[in-house]
């Protein structure tokens, strides 16, 4: 079965940092295109980072220059650096992976079952 497994969240406070990773198994990890997504309750699902198979990579606004998405072929993961951490970044952050670009671009795909990122003081 496919599997997406993040792991790495944390409570944390302001300006701290914290590395998600993402393990992907059940796939061919390195033709597929990998995101990360994060919820936070009341809001909608917004993308955090993106990244192509062939590494080419995206973020949201909010993120940028605060996060750092790569993936590791080698390990079948996906890992997103959050540095500068802030409360709106406060969250359940979402793995996705999608063999189409198309849907890589639409948010469809592969799930993990998400890790929670709690940035409070």
């Known amino acids: 079965q496919v599997q997406l497994v993040e792991s790495g969240g944390g409570l944390v406070q302001p300006g701290d940092s914290l590395r998600l990773s993402c393990a992907a198994s059940g796939l061919p990890f390195s033709i597929y295109h990998m995101g990360w997504y994060r919820q936070a309750p009341g809001k909608q699902r917004e993308l955090v980072a993106g990244i192509t198979s062939g590494s080419t990579i995206r973020y949201a606004e909010s993120v940028k220059g605060r996060f750092t998405i790569s993936r590791d072929n080698a390990k079948n993961t996906v890992s997103l650096q959050m540095n500068s951490l802030k409360p709106e970044d406060t969250a359940v952050y979402y793995c996705?992976?999608?063999?189409?670009?198309?849907?890589?671009?639409?948010?469809?795909?592969?799930w993990g079952q998400g890790t929670q990122v709690t940035v409070s003081s």
């Open positions: 996705n992976g999608a063999e189409g670009y198309l849907d890589y671009m639409r948010g469809r795909g592969y």
